[in-house]
């Protein structure tokens, strides 16, 4: 069996997901005008030189401190309630147009995101994606946020947690594709036998040179609604599933589709 994973940000969708739904989370009241501001310079330097670990990290503190206390069941609902407005604006057609054909050619697609699994699972849904593993904050008993991470997807771990896959499910990842623009997802396309490089920050656009990846502009924007996946595909996704422990006091996420009926 052979799989194709996507990253979400700048590859999927044009800007950071979480970013994307700083609005949302204002209109709310969850957020400050400031903390807006905030975001959108860290947007701009993102967009600018790409992302490294150092402002990863500091993007990713921020963004706990910021979410403690917060409802894990009303993050969901402002998402679901809110995805189609946020994010059709800056979604890639050519993105769309690759997970459909992975899918018609019998391939798990997976979405595998740093960003929080209450976004990405939603957006998985709605573009007929297999599964998704993505960032997994803590919850308390009350179901608000600690401030603490089970489990943190993003570099080595994200490689980590395709290794883990692949052993459980029998993926063949020599026959495989991954799809990023960051070179903090390089451990990632080094685990695939075909690993593309989309829209690349200029430390993966070097490496990409060397290795002779192949190299892929997305810049077209499509509306979702224009481009849902039929029906059948939606209703046949599968609630999330453990993946298990990465690394030492690290959890793992999974949440995946089984494709048991043949294709229409």
Not at 70 to 83: C, F, K, P
Not at 233 to 238: I, M, Q
């Amino acid at each position: 069996m052979e799989a194709a994973f996507f990253d979400l940000d700048k590859t999927i969708i044009a800007t950071s997901s979480v970013i994307a739904f700083g609005g949302p989370f204002y209109r709310e009241g969850l957020i400050a005008k400031r903390t807006i501001a905030r975001g959108i310079y860290a947007q701009f330097v993102y967009m600018l030189v790409g992302a490294d670990e150092s402002k990863m990290e500091r993007m990713r503190e921020s963004m706990l401190r910021l979410t403690r206390g917060w409802e894990q069941a009303r993050i969901r609902a402002i998402v679901e309630d809110t995805l189609e407005a946020t994010l059709s604006p800056i979604i890639y057609a050519e993105a769309l147009e690759l997970i459909a054909q992975h899918n018609a050619e019998g391939r798990t697609t997976v979405i595998i995101s740093s960003s929080p699994i209450e976004v990405v699972e939603p957006l998985a849904r709605h573009l007929g994606v297999d599964g998704v593993i993505a960032t997994r904050a803590e919850v308390d008993e009350s179901g608000r946020y600690t401030g603490e991470l089970e489990f943190y997807a993003y570099g080595p771990h994200k490689a980590e947690a395709i290794r883990e896959l692949a052993l459980r499910d029998g993926l063949d990842l020599a026959a495989s594709y991954a799809y990023s623009d960051s070179i903090t997802d390089l451990p990632m396309l080094e685990m695939v036998g075909h690993p593309v490089v989309v829209n690349p920050d200029r430390e993966l656009a070097r490496v990409a040179r060397t290795r002779e990846w192949e190299v892929r502009k997305f810049e077209r924007p499509v509306r979702l609604r224009d481009r849902m996946p039929a029906p059948s595909r939606g209703s046949a996704l599968a609630a999330a599933a453990a993946l298990g422990t990465v690394g030492a006091g690290v959890g793992g996420y999974l949440w995946l589709r089984r494709r048991t009926a043949p294709a229409s």
